[in-house]
């Protein structure tokens, strides 16, 4: 296992339209994570899962964002009607259940033009 | 919330030692963090403590924790020049959620 893959690891979108990332975790963990980091700033929690059960969600993930993990193994990130705003870096990260540490991804990021 | 602050920039000449400085304030957290992340890619786990240790050394690295002053440190002995990166201090206070700091541009010159 490679660690955890992120896609696109770029994408340039217009406002107002939609967006999906995909995150595939390291193999096992339990629990995967997002991420957002903008440009000069520390990753910011949005939201994570337990196997397929999404457990808590950030107040910065607004209601066009959704997040699903159907089967417990990757995940996928949806904006929809994107804003400039939502330029940044979404990161993703893997852990084994009740672990102390998270395994990072490479990132998508994300420019709204 | 949890806040996690960093100094911005440190410059170091290679082969110095470099230390990186981080404070906290949530006193329920229980492991703390040092990330690196290189320029456009996402971020490598370097080591973490306990909050019940006061200090952890993984070959060059060196971690020191002052809980009663909420600080932590990270040492780089012996810097390299592909040690120039940001570095980003993280503590939790559950089992899933990380608060970063701003992280710490290190410049590494010869």
């Known amino acids: 296992d490679t660690g955890v893959s992120q896609d696109p690891r770029h994408k340039i979108t217009k406002r107002g339209q939609n967006v999906t990332f995909r995150c595939d975790p390291i193999?096992?963990?339990?629990?995967l994570y997002w991420y957002r980091q903008t440009l000069g700033q520390g990753p910011e929690f949005l939201t994570y899962?337990?196997?397929?059960?999404?457990?808590?969600k950030s107040r910065l993930l607004s209601d066009r964002f959704s997040a699903e993990r159907p089967k417990g193994s990757f995940s996928t990130l949806e904006i929809q009607r994107t804003e400039q705003g939502d330029s940044a870096m979404y990161l993703c990260a893997s852990s084994l259940l009740y672990t102390e540490t998270q395994y990072f991804g490479p990132g998508t990021r994300l420019l709204v033009l | 919330g949890e806040d996690v602050e960093q100094s911005l920039f440190l410059s170091v000449r290679e082969g110095d030692s470099s230390v990186i400085n981080c404070t906290y304030t949530?006193?329920?957290?229980?492991?703390l963090y040092w990330y690196k992340q290189e320029p456009g890619a996402g971020l490598q786990l370097l080591t973490y403590i306990f909050s019940n240790m006061d200090m952890k050394q993984d070959q060059r690295l060196t971690v020191l924790l002052n809980k009663k002053d909420k600080h932590l440190s990270l040492r780089i002995a012996d810097t390299q020049t592909g040690d120039s990166a940001i570095y980003f201090c993280?503590?939790?206070?559950?089992?899933?959620?990380?608060?970063f700091g701003a992280g710490t541009t290190v410049t590494v010159r010869a």
């Open positions: 993280a503590e939790t206070s559950n089992d899933y959620k990380l608060s």
């Open positions: 949530d006193s329920s957290s229980t492991y």
């Open positions: 193999s096992e963990h339990n629990r």
């Open positions: 899962f337990q196997n397929e059960a999404q457990l808590e």
